[in-house]
């Protein structure tokens, strides 16, 4: 059974300053690899995607693969207010019929 | 593009009584999915369904839990004699096929009293 875990549970930036969020999975035959934002009240929104081991920016985000490490991270680069939510990795093994395994959530403040 | 649309959006129910939550998905995408979200466990699969067949229902509680998927443009969860441990934010979301980016709607926040 897949297990996603995530660090820090929750993590306090300032303004303009750098978020770093990690999570670490346990069945080696993952492939795919998102990060989700979700802000109170909404449902989770996918912020990126990174399937190849290696960086993958998307804007002020950074997102990193190490599949042989079974870890992959998220960087938040310039850190606003509005991106504040709860933060979580999800993977899954790919193929049809495949589901997406949520971690356990990095709750992110970002003081103005 | 309306989203995913969840209804209701909460309802309190008595021990015992039966709750059905509904999912409208994203037209066009096949499959949808069921989650449960609680402080304590966090975000759990409970099903999916791919083109209206279901494909895994690892994730649900064998004996009072049903989802169903009758056409392509809507699921429903029935929850039978709830408990109030069946409190949770349940989330529906739907992407254009399996592997593909899940599109969630704003969830069904269910209290059991």
């Known amino acids: 059974q897949q297990k996603v875990q995530q660090s820090p549970e929750s993590l306090i930036v300032p303004e303009g300053g750098m978020a770093s969020l990690n999570c670490t999975f346990s069945?080696?035959?993952?492939?795919y690899f998102w990060w989700y934002r979700q802000h109170s009240g909404e449902g989770p929104k996918a912020l990126m995607?990174?399937?190849?081991?290696g960086d993958k920016k998307e804007g002020r985000f950074t997102a990193h693969l190490n599949k042989a490490s079974l870890y992959v991270s998220l960087h938040i680069k310039d850190s606003q207010p509005s991106d504040s939510a709860l933060y979580f990795c999800a993977v899954s093994k790919g193929g049809s019929g495949n589901k997406l395994i949520f971690g356990t959530g990095t709750l992110l403040s970002v003081k103005p | 593009n309306a989203g995913v649309i969840q209804t209701p959006r909460h309802k309190v129910t008595g021990k015992g009584q039966e709750a059905t939550l509904w999912c409208e998905p994203i037209?066009?995408?096949?499959?949808v999915f069921w989650y449960r979200q609680t402080i304590v466990q966090g975000l759990e699969f409970l099903t999916y369904?791919?083109?209206?067949?279901?494909?895994?229902d690892s994730g649900m509680p064998k004996e009072r839990f049903s989802a169903q998927m009758p056409n392509q443009s809507h699921s429903t969860l029935k929850i039978q004699s709830t408990q109030p441990q069946d409190s949770a934010v349940y989330l529906c979301?739907?992407?254009?096929?399996?592997?593909?980016?899940?599109?969630f709607g704003e969830g069904s926040r269910l209290i059991v009293v």
């Open positions: 037209s066009g995408h096949s499959a």
């Open positions: 979301a739907s992407s254009r096929d399996t592997g593909n980016t899940l599109y």
């Open positions: 995607s990174i399937f190849s081991n």
């Open positions: 369904f791919r083109n209206q067949a279901p494909i895994d």
């Open positions: 069945d080696r035959n993952s492939q």
